[in-house]
């Protein structure tokens, strides 16, 4: 199983598309891993810089409806080069979510309050986050602030993480 | 409770449940092409995972830019080849033997009633014509495919349509798969297949039934499925002779796969087509669709005959009938690209080459080439297409460029008039 958490970035705005998330005309890349300059790229968010706030991340919070538009596959393949396993939102496009765990990396849903919380408590902190799947809890650290947050994993979602993806599951399992 | 086309299929090649309303199936075949496939073979290799479930199973071709147009293109192209020779991939099908996939593997014998198929692309529902069920998957499940020959899909619902009443002259599949999705919508399929019932299907040939599940897609849904009956034994009898006794012994055989009487449906349809005229689309959805004659005055640039929706040969056909003996306007530039290597050699031994050349059309080889706007007729900012392909959206044939889907005989009057013009207009 890969490693989940680490230093967070928060990403204050709903609907973030695919299209922000990899640009299409990085599509005709034949890796995963030359999609790793581009992540974010084209996101329309004011003040957030690629270069600067993407370095050490390994987990984002964010709100509602993240990976909506386009099916591509690229998104998670583009967070996952960037060794960011784990995204934490209000809700997700169904299938990016499903592409999240097909390739071993987590969607985890909070409440709408809890990540409100989160971006009250935490947003303007260096933040730190573990992910504790026999706990089933997220924990939030920050210079003297903490915060243990609990989350819910369906039994396949679970299965798909703990194999590393579906390809590594379909391996094992067929 | 009586099972659908598609919930006899998943029953005889169910091999998992690993979650609730989650069916992993056995695959017959994986279909694959240089534009999806290449990133799943990287990835494989990066895992160390580079094998394949059975070579035998897995049919590939170069198809969507052939001959390569550029050193990405190139590289791509270079990265399939290489791997269906590491494999051992007999039915790999390079420059010279090329063809669009969906009209390619079919001609080729590779679906039959009852299969199960995957391909890295959105018209893999194509093939459902067949009687099998057939999807278009992403780049994960693509792998999953290659390495084990096993795909996971929601248990499938399906929606009925029972296409009824008599097919005007001069009225297509294209038409009745566009004035389907019109009413449909977008969205109106979504997660579903869709089975196509009803005399107007039972009378179509399987070319054009080919081109109504193509564009099953269109309306959302996961595949298009035809019952598979004498029409489709015909079609396959070279590939199966070997298989039955006789004709009629292979299609008590594919009767297996037909729905039960009380099979369920998430939701049944009925269109009559008696009154259908030659449709067009006017926006950039598939679903903005309206008949042609009252599309007003539309003036197009370029006229587009090919694809795995229209580019078989009784595509080109429809179409050599209603260009015969006449010449393109001259604000026109008219492409023709036959589907395959063997529509192209049916069409020049029948004279229909002939008849495109002397309109003025140009004759590409075959590809999918404009149809996605990566070559072979790709639009200019603001330019106009009328195209006997499958999508419409902003950009598809060229940034900035308009399409307007329609059948090949409403393409080719277009053609000759520069106008979005139906074959019926011109007195055919
Ligand atoms: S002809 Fe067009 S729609 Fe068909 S497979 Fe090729 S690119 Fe896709």
């Known amino acids: 199983?890969?490693?989940?958490?680490?230093?967070?970035?928060?990403?204050?705005?709903?609907?973030?598309?695919?299209?922000?998330?990899?640009?299409?005309?990085?599509?005709?890349?034949m890796t995963k891993t030359a999609l790793k300059p581009y992540l974010l790229e084209d996101l329309a968010l004011e003040e957030f810089d690629a270069a600067r706030d993407l370095a050490g991340v390994g987990a984002i919070v964010t709100r509602a409806n993240f990976?909506?538009?386009?099916?591509?596959?690229?998104?998670?393949?583009?967070?996952?080069?960037?060794?960011?396993?784990?995204?934490?939102?209000?809700?997700?496009?169904?299938?990016?979510?499903?592409?999240?765990?097909?390739?071993?990396?987590?969607?985890?849903?909070?409440?709408?309050?809890?990540?409100?919380?989160?971006?009250?408590?935490?947003?303007?902190?260096?933040?730190?986050?573990?992910?504790?799947?026999?706990?089933?809890?997220?924990?939030?650290?920050?210079?003297?602030?903490?915060?243990?947050?609990?989350?819910?994993?369906?039994?396949f979602d679970r299965a798909l993480i703990e194999a590393g993806g579906w390809v590594e599951y379909a391996d094992r399992r067929y | 409770m009586g099972l659908t086309i598609a919930e006899k299929i998943f029953d005889a090649?169910?091999?998992?449940?690993?979650?609730?309303?989650i069916e992993a199936i056995r695959l017959d075949a994986v279909f694959c092409h240089e534009i999806t496939t290449p990133i799943a073979i990287n990835d494989l290799a990066a895992r160390g995972k580079d094998r394949v479930f059975d070579p035998g199973r897995i049919k590939a071709v170069i198809d969507h830019v052939t001959p390569a147009k550029d050193s990405k293109t190139a590289a791509q192209g270079k990265v399939l080849r290489d791997w269906a020779r590491?494999?051992?991939?007999a039915d790999f099908f390079d420059i010279g033997r090329n063809g669009v996939c969906h009209a390619l593997f079919p001609e080729k014998g590779f679906v039959r009633p009852g299969d199960t198929i995957i391909m890295g692309d959105s018209h893999t529902c194509t093939h459902g014509a067949f009687g099998a069920f057939?999807?278009?998957?992403?780049?994960?499940?693509?792998?999953?495919?290659?390495?084990?020959?096993?795909?996971?899909?929601?248990?499938?619902?399906?929606?009925?349509?029972?296409?009824?009443?008599?097919?005007?002259?001069?009225?297509?599949?294209?038409?009745?798969?566009?004035?389907?999705?019109?009413?449909?919508?977008?969205?109106?399929?979504?997660?579903?297949?869709?089975?196509?019932?009803?005399?107007?299907?039972?009378a179509m040939s399987m070319e054009a039934r080919m081109t109504l599940c193509n564009m099953a897609i269109e309306a959302g849904g996961t595949c298009g499925i035809c019952r598979p009956d004498r029409i489709t034994v015909?079609?396959?009898?070279?590939?199966?002779?070997?298989?039955?006794?006789?004709?009629?012994?292979?299609?008590?055989?594919?009767?297996?796969?037909?729905?039960?009487?009380?099979?369920?449906?998430?939701?049944?349809?009925?269109?009559?087509v008696s009154g259908l005229e030659p449709l067009a689309t006017f926006g950039y959805k598939p679903d903005q669709v309206r008949p042609v004659r009252e599309m007003g005055d539309v003036a197009v640039d370029q006229?587009?005959?090919?694809?795995?929706?229209?580019?078989?040969?009784?595509?080109?056909?429809?179409?050599?009938?209603?260009?015969?003996?006449?010449?393109?306007?001259?604000?026109?530039r008219a492409i023709l690209s036959p589907a395959t290597p063997g529509v192209?050699?049916?069409?020049?031994?029948?004279?229909?080459?002939?008849?495109?050349?002397?309109?003025?059309?140009?004759?590409?080889?075959?590809?999918?080439?404009?149809?996605?706007?990566?070559?072979?007729?790709?639009?200019?900012?603001?330019?106009?297409?009328?195209?006997?392909?499958?999508r419409n959206f902003p950009g598809r044939m060229g940034k900035g460029g308009m399409v307007h889907l329609v059948s090949p005989a409403t393409a080719a009057a277009t053609a000759l008039t520069g106008r979005l013009t139906s074959a019926g207009e011109l007195g055919h």
């Not at chain 1, 496009?93 to 499903?98: D, E, G, L, T, V």
């Not at chain 2, 590491?86 to 991939?89: A, D, L, Q, S």
């Open chain 1, 67 to 155: 990976g909506c538009g386009s099916s591509r596959e690229h998104a998670p393949w583009a967070l996952e080069v960037n060794d960011i396993h784990l995204v934490i939102a209000e809700s997700f496009a169904r299938i990016f979510r499903q592409n999240m765990f097909n390739c071993g990396l987590m969607a985890l849903t909070l409440p709408p309050e809890a990540i409100d919380r989160l971006f009250e408590r935490f947003g303007a902190h260096s933040t730190h986050v573990a992910v504790d799947l026999q706990r089933m809890r997220l924990n939030f650290t920050a210079d003297g602030l903490a915060e243990q947050v609990p989350f819910t994993l369906a039994p």
């Open chain 2, 344 to 390: 192209y050699r049916q069409a020049l031994a029948e004279g229909l080459i002939e008849v495109f050349m002397t309109a003025g059309f140009c004759v590409t080889n075959p590809t999918c080439g404009a149809c996605l706007g990566m070559s072979n007729g790709v639009l200019a900012e603001g330019e106009v297409c009328a195209s006997t392909t499958n």
């Open chain 2, 86 to 89: 590491r494999h051992g991939i």
């Open chain 2, 303 to 332: 006229v587009y005959i090919g694809s795995c929706t229209n580019g078989r040969i009784e595509d080109l056909r429809a179409a050599a009938a209603v260009l015969r003996g006449r010449r393109i306007h001259p604000a026109v």
């Open chain 2, 134 to 202: 057939a999807a278009g998957v992403g780049t994960t499940d693509l792998e999953v495919g290659i390495l084990k020959g096993v795909c996971a899909f929601r248990s499938p619902e399906t929606i009925c349509i029972e296409i009824t009443g008599r097919l005007p002259e001069g009225v297509f599949a294209k038409d009745v798969i566009l004035s389907i999705i019109g009413r449909l919508g977008v969205n109106g399929a979504t997660d579903r297949v869709i089975e196509f019932h009803g005399p107007v299907v039972d």
């Open chain 2, 234 to 272: 015909d079609y396959l009898w070279p590939f199966i002779e070997s298989d039955y006794a006789d004709r009629q012994a292979a299609l008590e055989a594919f009767k297996r796969w037909w729905p039960d009487p009380d099979a369920v449906y998430a939701d049944t349809l009925s269109f009559d």
């Open chain 2, 13 to 21: 090649h169910r091999i998992d449940r690993p979650a609730e309303g």
């Open chain 1, 1 to 29: 199983m890969r490693n989940f958490g680490g230093k967070v970035l928060f990403l204050d705005r709903d609907d973030i598309n695919t299209d922000e998330i990899i640009p299409a005309r990085y599509l005709t890349e």
